[in-house]
């Protein structure tokens, strides 16, 4: 009885650890198990934390990662491709639109060069209908010398009317030549006679006898001219052909 009164005072005494130590002793086997598989799980999932990924799951990741990237490049040289075709296209339409408006630019040309062309060959065989007309008045100027005043009333009406057809051919483009004391040109003169003179170069045109024209920058009509030739050039006399045919 003494003993027991003396642990009991002892157990007061000491109290909470002692009770600690009761409890730690009366822990049945099950519950220190169940804290053993605790302790357990709790160092797996720490020890899951710190290791990397699995070797299965990284190869498949880099297969994946692998078959993304040949996906995307087969994508972009698809879409390169098609930008290549395009641009070519692009370049054969262009070149086509260019070649196209050069031909119509030339066509466009041609049509108003051939207009242009028609125009001033019809309006050439329209003048060149008139011409004569105009050389019979300036013939009979030249050659008509009136004396009386009823004459030269008819001289003047007619003159009248070759100035107003002169001023009709000035207003379409016609000019005269004027030729006289010019070198002689092939191009623009017709030579019908040649006389021989010393007072002028050979070649220089003395006289026209048929006026020639101009229908703007063309030439409308040659001019007949009679050119002036060297003394030499003129025929023996029939005396001394017939001397020499004797000897």
């Given at each position: 009885m003494d003993e027991n009164k003396q642990v009991n005072n002892t157990s007061?005494?000491?109290?909470?650890?002692?009770?600690?130590?009761?409890?730690?002793?009366s822990d049945s086997p099950a519950e220190i198990n169940s804290n053993e598989s605790g302790s357990e799980v709790t160092e797996q999932m720490a020890a899951q934390t710190n290791v990397p990924a699995e070797p299965a799951l990284t190869e498949e990741n880099g297969v994946a990662a692998a078959e993304q990237t040949e996906v995307n490049t087969a994508a972009l040289a698809e879409l390169t491709q098609q930008n290549e075709s395009l641009k070519a296209q692009f370049e054969e339409r262009s070149t086509q639109y260019m070649r196209i408006a050069a031909d119509f630019e030339n066509y466009r040309k041609?049509?108003?060069?051939?207009?242009?062309?028609?125009?001033?060959?019809?309006?050439?065989?329209?003048?060149?209908?008139?011409?004569?007309?105009?050389?019979?008045?300036?013939?009979?100027?030249a050659h008509l010398k009136p004396q009386t005043d009823g004459e030269m009333t008819?001289?003047?009406?007619?003159?009248?009317?070759?100035?107003?057809?002169?001023?009709?051919?000035?207003?379409?483009?016609?000019?005269?030549?004027r030729p006289e004391g010019q070198e002689f040109d092939p191009n623009l003169h017709e030579a019908v006679m040649r006389q021989p003179t010393d007072e002028h170069p050979e070649g220089t045109i003395l006289e026209e006898l048929v006026r020639g024209y101009y229908l703007g920058e063309?030439?409308?009509?040659?001019?007949?001219?009679?050119?002036?030739?060297?003394?030499?050039?003129?025929?023996?006399?029939?005396?001394?052909?017939?001397?020499?045919?004797?000897?």
């Open positions: 007061q005494q000491l109290g909470e650890p002692i009770e600690v130590k009761q409890a730690m002793k041609r049509i108003s060069k051939e207009k242009e062309d028609t125009e001033m060959q019809v309006k050439r065989n329209t003048i060149m209908e008139l011409l004569p007309v105009v050389d019979n008045f300036e013939r009979a100027r008819i001289h003047k009406s007619y003159q009248g009317v070759y100035k107003q057809l002169v001023d009709c051919l000035k207003r379409l483009g016609v000019s005269p030549m063309r030439i409308l009509r040659h001019a007949m001219v009679k050119v002036a030739a060297p003394k030499e050039d003129t025929p023996s006399e029939p005396e001394d052909e017939s001397n020499q045919d004797n000897n």
